[in-house]
T-cell receptor, first 116, second 115 residues
Framework: AQSVTQLGSHVSVSEGALVLLRCNYS??????LFWYVQYPNQGLQLLLK??????LVKGINGFEAEFKKSETSFHLTKPSAHMSDAAEYFC??????????????FGKGTHLIIQP | ETGVTQSPTHLIKTRGQQVTLRCSSQ?????VSWYQQALGQGPQFIFQ???????GRGNFPPRFSGLQFPNYSSELNVNALELDDSALYLC??????????????FGPGTRLLVL
């Protein structure tokens, strides 16, 4: 079964600093990987996803993530944090065996705090 | 283009009661997935509906059931509510299952409190 581990339930960075949110997955087959963001009292918004091909994926709002198969990681980064980036971030995996019958398996989330 | 909508936004029930939550999928999407998000946790997959049939299910008991209608809207029904059912229930719509890479678009959720 697929699983996701997000290291750090809370991450605090200064405005303008690098954002790094960590995600490791377990999967017996090449995975499909996603990062979602959740603002208070809202649903989840897709930031980016990895399917196949280029391992560096660019998303919305200046975020990007790199798929590293050897490290089973899919860490999310942003070069310069903005106050508006403060939110909950979720990494998710879906099985690579096809069929599409399974849902997303989410990590527990990382709360990103931006210090002025 | 209309996004995913859910109703009601908030709901309070007592233990043992039954509840129905509703979801309208994004225009053009024919697949709906439901998730339960407990406070401070990531969402957990309940089930998915495609072409009005259940297309996959997570680790939830049978008292969690669903429906999908010809217009692709969906309902989540929970019977015999328990205190632990208190959570944010999220609906997500997507295009037809294509091998796992389809993007799921989430609604704002229904917050259920069971007393």
């Amino acid at each position: 079964a697929q699983s996701v581990t997000q290291l750090g339930s809370h991450v605090s960075v200064s405005e303008g600093a690098l954002v790094l949110l960590r995600c490791n997955y377990s999967s017996s087959v090449p995975p499909y990987l996603f990062w979602y963001v959740q603002y208070p009292n809202q649903g989840l918004q897709l930031l980016l996803k990895y399917t196949t091909g280029a391992t560096l994926v660019k998303g919305i709002n200046g975020f990007e993530a790199e798929f590293k198969k050897s490290e089973t990681s899919f860490h999310l980064t942003k070069p310069s944090a903005h106050m508006s980036d403060a939110a909950e971030y979720f990494c998710a995996v879906k099985g690579g065996s096809g069929g599409g019958a399974d849902g997303l398996t989410f990590g527990k989330g990382t709360h990103l705090i931006i210090q002025p | 283009e209309t996004g995913v909508t859910q109703s009601p936004t908030h709901l309070i029930k007592t233990r043992g009661q039954q509840v129905t939550l509703r979801c309208s999928s994004q225009s053009g999407h024919n697949t709906v997935s439901w998730y339960q998000q407990a406070l401070g946790q990531g969402p957990q997959f309940i089930f998915q509906y495609y072409r009005e049939e259940e297309n996959g299910r997570g680790n939830f008991p049978p008292r969690f059931s669903g429906l999908q209608f010809p217009n692709y809207s969906s309902e989540l029904n929970v019977n015999a509510l328990e205190l632990d059912d208190s959570a944010l229930y999220l609906c997500a719509s997507s295009l037809a299952p294509s091998g796992g890479a389809e993007t799921q678009y989430f609604g704002p959720g229904t917050r259920l409190l069971v007393l």
